[in-house]
């Protein structure tokens, strides 16, 4: 009882120790917007708060997300790891972490912090009962016991995309403010969007949404004022990644993964020359840095796992010479792109160069702009830099001077003056795909079986033989990215021990088209593949040479028959084929509705077939 009584003390003691000692730490988390602030130079939106702020702190100009869209970047933020590590990296997936990987405020609270979420997690995990004092709509520092220090997020969406697509939220959100909407002058669009009167109100109306956030964060500044703490709290403000419409939220450019982020931090709590009111940097920072930046300005530990690092505080590690981003699976459609960003130059490669860069996606088809875009491909009407964006494949790797083209127009992959630049960038994206053991490049429907097998996506690849088995399956990845002289060397990968590997090598004989034929043999022996996925991708190869009869009946089964993520494999497959899967159609209507109890495999299925059959059919039916 005694030795209970002496432990409750020695934590009041410590607690109020650092409460007097430790800072106070406040998140202001915004949606789907790039640094369009007033700070930044952009004075369309009015931000006089964030303004403000920007000249009592530290206003960064090279921030980026490690993803173009809102649960794998928020996934990277908590655990301070790639999401392409966790397996976090599809959109509107479910991963279990390992045990060893927690989110960063479990360390946190476990150091006497109160720890806060109001209200958003969208983790992309089950988050441990242990990360937050508490996550709701009312959670709030002010909840806390007397004196003890609190790390507080408070989540705004009213900029997220929706707030530009739907007129009733948008409304709500901008109301009692004068709005830009059409006002938006044609110089300030991108130059990839169609000037149209739409788009020029959903540019206003993104403006619009970004002024009525500078109002939010008004608002928590004020709070901190009225409680007597804004000497005592480092605030930081930051956006989970870029602008909210086409080419923007879910790539990996400039417009997706550029965000601002802003740090006030007392004068108590500085630490040499950080944080002098006014100051600017370029110092290249990931937002998966901010989870270890937080534990280090909280006196906590970094956990040696994370592959963020602290940019304030003391002993900080060498400032970043690279970001890096991935885009995985966007809702219904794949498209396995990664990213490599200096201070400079934005490099790219496309590991599914023949998907198209807009293919059909269900949400934002919807939206003005993507309307109008569609529009202008139909009549001709594209100018030379939306036209970039419209045609039927995209090339293998891109490479920008963002300096000289901040809208990354410019494709510098092939020119001569740069090649240097590009094989430098190329080798630090090959090497980071094997230091970070990049699960993206397994096929979901592999990753899936295999977490559920071993416990996490995470250990597939770094358990014993993770290393060779990640560079084998990234050599075979890099061979869909090869012409027909590498076909000997895709031919052998078909019969590699690992499915993922033979699923690469599929993919790459079946992007030689016609040019196949000689793996022809070889591909129908696949259709029997153990994989459901690399049945999948054989018969796409050989659909792509030709030959539909063998393939449309592995196709239908998987797509009667198969798990949540090989049936969107093959449904995807069905409606790249167009005409040639008008045989299969009674099996795409009868897979055309939601499946009980499996909420996003009937979503996600759905959606494709739902194009597929339209094209097929003529019709014009929606679906959620």
Same mark, same amino acid.
């Given at each position: ?24 730490? *406040? ?53 301070g790891?790639?999401?392409t ?50 996550t709701?709509?009312?959670?709030? &520092?002010?909840?806390r ?33 004068t ?12 130059p ?28 928590? *500044? ?28 879910? &790539? ?14 007392? !004068?108590?709590?500085?630490?040499g ?17 901010l ?16 592959q ?149 996506? &995470? ?25 027909? !002289? ?15 590997v ?43 040479m ?19 993520w ?22 795409m ?36």
């Amino acid at each position: 009882m005694i030795g209970r009584m002496l432990s409750i003390l020695l934590t009041l003691v410590a607690t109020h120790v650092m409460a007097a000692e430790r800072p106070n730490i *406040l998140w202001l988390s915004v949606e789907d917007i790039s640094p369009h602030l007033g700070s930044y130079g952009y004075p369309n939106a009015k931000t006089p708060t964030l303004d403000t702020l920007a000249t009592e702190g530290t206003r960064y100009t090279h921030a980026y997300s490690t993803a173009g869209v809102c649960a794998p970047s928020r996934s990277a933020i908590i655990t301070g790891m790639y999401q392409t590590t966790l397996g976090t990296q599809h959109m509107r997936a479910k991963a279990k972490l390992p045990e060893h990987i927690q989110p960063f405020t479990i360390p946190l609270r476990e150091a006497g912090y109160y720890c806060t979420n109001n209200s958003k997690t969208d983790y992309q995990f089950d988050a441990p009962k242990e990360t937050w004092d508490e996550t709701s709509k009312s959670a709030h &520092w002010k909840n806390r016991p007397k004196d003890q220090p609190f790390f507080a997020v408070f989540n705004y969406t009213g900029c997220h995309e929706s707030g530009i697509a739907n007129t009733e939220k948008y409304q709500t959100v901008t109301k009692g403010l004068t709005p830009i909407k059409r006002n938006v002058a044609a110089e300030s669009l991108p130059p990839y969007y169609p000037d149209t009167p739409t788009v020029r109100e959903d540019w206003g109306r993104y403006y619009d949404v970004i002024t009525a956030m500078d109002r939010w964060v008004a608002g928590h *500044l004020k709070a901190l004022d009225d409680a007597g703490l804004a000497d005592d709290t480092i605030v930081i403000y930051w956006s989970d990644h870029g602008v909210g419409l086409p080419r923007a939220k879910r &790539w990996l450019y400039e417009s997706g993964t550029h965000v601002p982020l802003i740090v006030r931090i007392p !004068e108590k709590f500085h630490t040499g020359t950080q944080a002098i009111p006014g100051t600017v940097s370029d110092q290249l920072i990931s937002l998966m840095d901010l989870g270890p930046t937080t534990l280090n300005l909280a006196g906590v530990t970094v956990p040696a796992h994370m592959q963020g690092q602290p940019f304030l505080g003391k002993k900080l590690p060498a400032p970043r010479t690279y970001i890096y981003g991935a885009r995985d699976r966007m809702d219904e459609r794949y498209d396995i792109i990664r990213m490599v960003r200096g201070k400079r130059f934005r490099y790219i490669r496309n590991y599914e160069p023949f998907k198209p860069y807009y293919q059909y996606m269900n949400t934002p088809e919807k939206g003005e702009t993507m309307k109008a875009i569609r529009a202008a491909e139909a009549n001709g009407t594209a100018t030379p830099a939306l036209a970039l964006n419209l045609q039927p494949g995209k090339p293998m790797e891109e490479l920008y001077d963002v300096n000289a083209d901040p809208h990354e127009i410019r494709n510098l992959a092939k020119d001569p003056a740069h090649q240097k630049t590009l094989k430098r960038l190329r080798q630090a994206h090959l090497d980071w795909v094997l230091e970070t053991r990049d699960v993206g490049l397994i096929p979901e429907p592999d990753m899936a079986e295999r977490a559920e097998e071993l416990g996490s996506a &995470w250990a597939i690849l770094n358990g014993e033989n993770g290393a060779a088995l990640m560079e084998r399956v990234r050599d075979a990845a890099s061979l869909a990215l090869a012409g027909p !002289e590498k076909m000997p060397d895709m031919m052998a990968a078909l019969d590699d021990r690992d499915a993922a590997v033979r699923y690469w090598a599929a993919t790459a004989l079946g992007n030689q088209g016609a040019g196949a034929k000689p793996a022809h043999g070889a591909l129908v022996k696949t259709l029997d593949d153990t994989s459901a996925v690399v049945r999948v991708a054989a018969a796409r190869a050989l659909a792509r040479m030709g030959d539909v009869e063998p393939a449309l009946p592995v196709l239908t089964k998987v797509l009667d028959n198969g798990t949540q993520w090989a049936r969107v494999h093959a449904a995807i497959v069905l409606d790249e084929m167009d005409e040639a899967a008008r045989p299969a159609i009674a099996a795409m209507e009868r897979n055309k509705a939601y499946r009980k109890g499996l909420v996003a495999d009937g979503k996600y299925t759905v959606r494709v077939l739902n194009r597929a059959l339209n094209e097929l059919q003529g019709t014009n039916n929606v679906v959620k």
